[in-house]
C-alpha cells in the first residue's frame, strides 16, 4: 500500500498530509518533523489546498478514506453537503444524520474529523451563532470562515508557481 506524508510549515501555522492506497487519508494541523515521502496524490491534496487557501478554489476532488465509526462517517458526510460560505449547526446537522437531539454526538465527530478543511468541520457552528470549537483552533476556524466568507485569501499562489 502506497503511503505518502509531506508537512506544510507554511499553511496555516503548520498541517501535514498523509496519503494510503491512493486516497487521503488524514491532514493534521501543528508541528511536524520535515517530512517528505510525496508523491502524486499528496502533492495534488496541497495544490488543491493552497487553491482553497488562495481563493480559487471552492470545492475538491480527491479521493478520501474516511474511517471512523458509521456515525462518524455520517456525519462527516453530510458536512460534505455544507456549501462553501455557509454554516450549519450542530443541530442542523444532528437533524440531518437523524440524531436530533445529538449536538454533542456531532461535535465530537467533528472533533475527530481526520480530513478537516477538505471534509468541512469548520463550517458547523453553534445555533447562536458563535463559531463553537474547533480541533484546528478556534483562530484556524475564524479564518476559514472569513475566507469562505470574502474575507481574501490566505496564499497569493497556488504550489508550483
Known sequence: ???????????????????????LRSIRFGDAPPISDSGPLVREVERQLREFLGGTRKTFDVPLDLRGTAFQVRVWRALMDIPYGSTASYRDIATAVGCPRGFQAIGQANHHNPIPIIVPCHRVIAANGSIGGYGGGRERKQLLLDLERGGGRLFESAAGD
Request: a negative charge; proline letters at 4%.
Open 1 to 23: 500500500m502506497t503511503s505518502e506524508t509531506l508537512h506544510l510549515p507554511d499553511v496555516l501555522s503548520g498541517l501535514t498530509i498523509h496519503t494510503e492506497g491512493g486516497a
